[in-house]
């Protein structure tokens, strides 16, 4: 697999953070884009499309649009599925778009409130069920920073189950620098305002579970070249040069280990670029033709 033939696109070299200011530059840059994106949507509100799905007692919260082939939408933690809002229009066009509430998140309820170890894994489970629910046998997905970390789970899991993947700043693990940036955050302030959209409960919650991920070692989650090797899916990971969370490095070897795979950098594009609202419209043109067959190994 070359890479001549697989980059989309790649300007520059300051994915690389040289220095613990930097690193504590851009995480307060990350949490005012988290706080600005968020707390413009209000209160968090079932919409008209919006379903509640039952697992195992908790009730999860999904948005079904459109007609045609299923596309799954799983955003990132903090989230909720109006991180959506700017694509499930022209998505819907041309895909059934599932928008999902990451559990604890939105509209969905916390699955187990005692558990501060949030488990990607397990929400990779709620959603096959829901999967299973519709009846939607193959599915396309984008996912997300933490929804791309979930549909790695899932191709592990069901790699059958997956036509096309998107992963936008998705993890195959936690780098030093990921966990370096949380635990200089100094304590959980930050994270509260992140999660301050989802009420009172929830707030805490996700604020406390994503100040634990600093403990994760490099090998919990782990997404070794052989599991990458099993997906099956054509996949595009798309990725920020200047990502503080996802080092260079890390998308590369995404890309080097997952079979029928495309690398995009984005230059500037932080750590979910899909968010930045001068970017939308890119984002929506090259996934739509990568999603609709456009894109082949040889381009």
């Known amino acids: 697999m070359g890479y001549d033939l697989h980059i989309r696109w790649v300007v520059g070299t300051n994915a690389v953070i040289n220095s613990k200011n930097e690193i504590m530059r851009r995480f307060a840059i990350l949490i005012l884009v988290f706080n600005t994106c ?11 499309n919006g379903k509640f799905f039952d697992y195992n007692g908790t009730q999860i919260y999904y948005e079904d649009t459109g007609t045609g082939e299923p596309l799954l939408l799983l955003h990132k933690f903090f989230g909720t599925t109006d991180n959506w809002k700017p694509y499930v229009e022209s998505f ?32 990779a489970k709620v959603i096959i069920a829901l999967l299973d629910s519709l009846n939607l046998k193959k599915v396309n997905a984008i996912g997300a920073s933490a929804g791309g970390l979930t549909l790695h789970h899932l191709n592990v899991m069901q790699p059958d189950r997956f036509n096309s993947v998107i992963t936008i700043g998705g993890h195959i693990y936690f780098s030093t620098e990921s966990r370096e940036i949380i635990a ?11 999660a301050k959209i ?13 100040w ?3 403990k994760l070692a490099d090998s919990d989650p782990s997404f070794t070249p052989d599991k990458l090797n099993t997906f099956k899916a054509k996949w595009l990971v798309v ?25 995009w950098v984005v230059p500037n594009g932080g750590h979910t670029p899909h968010l930045n609202d001068d970017f939308q419209a890119e984002f929506k043109r090259v996934s739509l033709e990568f999603l609709t067959g456009k894109w082949n190994k040889k381009n």
Not at 38 to 48: A, D, E, I, R, W
Not at 242 to 254: K, Q, S, T, V
């Open 212 to 214: 634990e991920f600093r």
């Open 198 to 210: 989802h009420g009172s409960e929830k707030q805490e919650y996700l604020a406390k579970a994503f």
């Open 92 to 123: 819907s066009k041309q895909f059934r778009t599932i928008a999902v509430d990451m559990m604890g998140h939105g509209r969905s309820d916390i699955y187990n409130e005692h558990d501060l170890n949030f488990k990607h894994e397990e929400y």
């Open 38 to 48: 968020l707390t413009s949507y209000g209160q968090v509100k079932v919409n008209p």
């Open 239 to 263: 990725l920020g040069d200047n990502d503080p969370f996802i080092p260079l490095r890390l998308g590369m070897e995404m890309h080097q280990g997952i079979p029928n795979s495309w690398l």
């Open 184 to 194: 200089r955050a100094g304590g959980m302030e930050g994270f509260l305002n992140a």
